[in-house]
């Protein structure tokens, strides 16, 4: 999923739509259609696929949510995509994804189409960074995301979302190498962090609940270590920066709506780009 710092989401359509058709593509209205078991659309790399799906549609205030099938395609590229429609735009974007067994990967740009990469694709480790990412970028952390406007309205507009985490049992032997104690530190960090809040820990289960805003601004000041991606972290991007259209920042409407070309369930655009050269 990703986010763009602009509300103007006109302007985001034509300044993708710009983007696409340099990229050699062109702009079509496909009809409907059934998806195949293992679509192309949907697990194929950008320029293998011949036709792309792009939607865009308004997040919290200040934002613009864009879907995209497949759905790695804007951190594709040399440079991204997302970096490209950045630097036009002049605002910042992201796009955070978890994969299989929840590693977590963050690619965010700025203004002038910076790169900043945090956390690592699946079994892929190497994917994007072309080599193993440095030991502090294991974990995702915003570096170039200034959040705090975004959290103080998700608290304001939404003052009972919560999402879920744990504190993991330490090992019964001690740290036994520097790893090892980096990763007790981010442990204890975070308990302490949880204090400062006021919040309550299971003492059974370890279980910990905290409002969504907590934890976005917390991935600005110490990034992801110990929050679990598919229960914490995810839920609170797509609670907090997709704000009232939250539930549509989910990989179903790829499935439901770009995969099928269905009718947008939401206000705002879709845009599907073909490689007319390509076999389909």
Same mark, same amino acid.
């Given at each position: 999923m990703a986010f763009i710092q602009s509300a103007d989401t006109a302007r985001v359509e034509r300044e993708l739509s710009r983007l696409l058709v340099e990229e050699g593509r062109r702009l079509t209205t496909p009809k409907p259609r059934t998806p195949e078991r293992y679509d192309r659309m949907q697990y194929g790399l950008g320029g293998e696929v011949r036709r792309w799906?792009?939607?865009?549609?308004?997040? !919290?205030?200040?934002?613009?949510?864009?879907? %995209?099938?497949?759905? &790695?395609?804007?951190?594709?590229?040399? *440079?991204?995509?997302?970096?490209?429609?950045?630097?036009?735009?002049?605002?910042?974007?992201?796009?955070?994804?978890?994969?299989?067994?929840?590693?977590?990967?963050?690619? &965010?740009?700025?203004?002038?189409?910076?790169?900043e990469l945090s956390g690592f694709v699946g079994q892929e480790i190497t994917r994007y960074w072309n080599s193993e990412p440095p030991m502090e970028?294991?974990? %995702?952390?915003?570096?170039?995301?200034? *959040?705090?406007?975004?959290?103080?309205? +998700?608290?304001?507009?939404?003052?009972?979302?919560? @999402?879920t985490g744990w504190i993991y049992c330490p090992l019964a032997a001690p740290p036994r190498t520097d790893f090892d104690e980096l990763r007790e530190s981010q442990q204890a960090d975070?308990?302490?962090?949880?204090?400062?809040?006021? %919040?309550?820990?299971?003492?059974?289960?370890? =279980?910990?609940?905290?409002?969504? !805003?907590?934890?976005?601004?917390?991935?600005?000041?110490?990034?992801?270590?110990?929050?679990?991606?598919? =229960?914490? @972290? &995810?839920? !609170?991007?797509? %609670?907090?920066?997709?704000?009232p259209n939250a539930r549509h920042c989910d990989n179903l409407f790829l499935v439901e709506t770009l995969l099928p070309h269905a009718p947008m369930p939401v206000d705002g655009f879709v845009l599907?780009?073909? +490689?007319?050269?390509? &076999?389909?």
């Open positions: 799906g792009l939607a865009g549609f308004q997040g !919290a205030p200040g934002w613009t949510v864009l879907r %995209t099938a497949p759905f &790695e395609l804007l951190m594709q590229g040399t *440079p991204p995509l997302l970096a490209r429609l950045s630097s036009r735009l002049g605002v910042p974007a992201f796009q955070y994804n978890i994969y299989d067994s929840t590693p977590e990967f963050l690619m &965010e740009v700025d203004a002038d189409g910076r790169v970028r294991l974990d %995702t952390q915003f570096r170039i995301i200034a *959040p705090s406007a975004v959290a103080e309205w +998700a608290e304001s507009a939404m003052p009972n979302a919560c @999402v975070l308990v302490r962090w949880l204090g400062q809040l006021g %919040t309550r820990i299971d003492p059974k289960s370890q =279980e910990w609940r905290v409002h969504p !805003a907590h934890i976005v601004r917390r991935l600005a000041q110490a990034g992801s270590s110990f929050l679990p991606a598919e =229960e914490c @972290v &995810e839920p !609170a991007i797509k %609670t907090v920066f997709g704000g599907y780009a073909e +490689a007319s050269s390509m &076999e389909a």
